[in-house]
């Protein structure tokens, strides 16, 4: 996946690092800790708090069909900003978040194809 195909709504900022929307790509062990490098590779991204909800999305170029998604949410703290996220593929809403508890992989099934994949909050 090229870097430049991931895109978020905004990128938070603080003491511990600007983490960037494509760098979920980079890693080969996935992290539920968000920032500080001591817990591993940096795979959670983190919005600001913003007003429309926060968004992350990867645009795949073409048509694909996807018919699994695992998210996996931050094990850190703020479980709960995942609740009741969409999931969309292209233009289509392929699930919803529910319940997602702490550290844990959210797994959605259905048969949509598009050309990007956003989970907005």
């Known amino acids: 996946m090229k ?3 991931a895109s978020m709504s905004s990128v938070w900022k603080d003491g511990r690092t600007e983490v960037k929307p494509h760098d979920v790509f980079k890693s080969k062990r996935w992290n539920a800790n968000f920032g500080w ?4 590779e940096l795979t959670c991204v983190h919005t600001l708090m913003d007003t429309e909800g926060g968004w992350w999305k990867v645009d ?3 048509d694909i069909l996807v018919t699994k998604i695992a998210i996996l949410n931050r094990n850190d703290c703020c479980e709960d900003r995942l609740k009741g996220a969409k999931v969309f593929v292209g233009d289509h809403q392929f699930g919803t978040i529910h319940d997602q508890k702490r550290g844990d ?9 598009g050309k990007f994949l956003k989970v907005q909050g």
């Open 37 to 40: 490098k001591k817990f591993g």
């Open 3 to 5: 870097e430049d195909k």
């Open 105 to 113: 992989w959210s797994k959605l099934k259905n048969r949509v194809e």
């Open 60 to 62: 795949f170029e073409d």
